[in-house]
């Protein structure tokens, strides 16, 4: 059974992110996702967004769709990011998203897939949603990292870092070795285009004594090296959805529960907000605060 990582009700931007001492993880995410992600486009799909901390790098797509499973983290990102009508908030969980097929022209995942139990299904998913060509950008957590190695080899961890299957270090908290996922993009028809190596120095002294603008200059400078070899805790990959036909989209969002189109908007006596209603199995999505749920279904009386 697909096991979720819940944030609901977390604290997750300030306990995580907020004096500490991240700036320098922020920092070199940023860096790949300007070197990876194409700057324009039509829409963009972010998965597991969070509060929505990289947002501004998006600023060149005409719509932007920050979605995530827990709905006080997409709460808190409508909070944070203030009133923006290019961007849509939607409250999904990346194993059955509410949109139909080759809906965006790129999408994001950062720090997201090492809470995934089912790697294949959520790239599918993301495969299913993306044109012909569309671009992903996806991070994961590395089990051959040289910290794990290191400890490895002193005998202060019982996992390999060199066997290929993810391992759960922590309940809900996985790594990934770099051939056994760039197999799961090929079986789920993402081509992978480049690699970057995140957090070379990610090392508490280093952080603690160089300014970090200079620890982010100089990973900057190495993170190409990913399309050779991957030895840091964080990986980037980008890559194209292979699709036969250049299908384009209709529609928007879609059931998650019937998966059909046909989904209309309207008021109910007994729902808060406004419900979209599918035609086809009757199940209402609740709309309300500006944030579509497509996580608890709705039942109509
Ligand atoms: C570590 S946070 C990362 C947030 C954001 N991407 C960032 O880097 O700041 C992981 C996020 O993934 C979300 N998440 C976990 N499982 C999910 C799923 N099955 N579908 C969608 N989102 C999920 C969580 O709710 C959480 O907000």
């Not at 957590?141 to 910290?147: M, S, T």
């Not at 980037?236 to 036909?245: G, L």
Request: proline residues 5%; hydrophobic residues 35%; negative net charge.
């Amino acid at each position: 059974m697909t096991r979720i990582c819940d944030y609901e009700g977390s604290n997750y931007r300030t306990e995580f992110w907020e004096n500490q001492n991240r700036a320098y993880e922020d920092g070199v995410e940023r860096v790949a996702v300007k070197k990876m992600l194409p700057p324009t486009g039509h829409r963009l799909l972010e998965i597991g967004a969070g509060f929505g901390r990289l947002v501004d790098l998006y600023s060149g797509y005409q719509q932007i769709v920050l979605s995530d499973y827990a709905r006080t983290q997409v709460e808190e990102a409508r909070q944070y990011l203030g009133p923006n009508d290019q961007i849509v908030y939607v409250v999904a969980d990346i194993y059955n998203l509410p949109f139909v097929d080759n809906l965006f022209d790129s999408t994001m995942m950062i720090r997201v897939m090492h809470h995934l139990t089912d790697v294949p299904d959520a790239l599918g998913e993301i495969h299913r949603i993306l044109q012909a060509d569309g671009t992903s950008l996806i991070e994961y957590a590395n089990k051959r990292n040289i910290k794990a190695i290191t400890r490895w080899l002193l005998r202060q961890q019982n996992w390999h870092p060199f066997e290929h299957e993810p391992i759960e270090f922590v309940e809900m908290n996985f790594n990934f070795h770099p051939r056994w996922m760039h197999e799961q993009f090929a079986q789920a028809g993402l081509h992978i285009n480049s690699k970057r190596s995140l957090s070379h120095y990610r090392i508490e002294l280093l952080k603690k004594y160089l300014p970090t603008d200079l620890l982010v200059r100089l990973d900057a400078w190495v993170q190409p090296t990913g399309n050779y070899w991957q030895f840091t805790p964080s990986i980037i990959v980008e890559a194209q959805a292979q699709k036969e036909n250049q299908t384009s989209a209709t529609g928007f969002f879609r059931c998650p529960q019937c998966h059909n189109h046909d989904l209309y908007l309207t008021e109910h006596p007994d729902h808060e907000g406004q419900l979209f209603v599918c035609h086809t199995c009757q199940v209402g999505w609740s709309y309300r605060d500006g944030i579509y749920d497509f996580k608890t279904p709705q039942a109509l009386s």
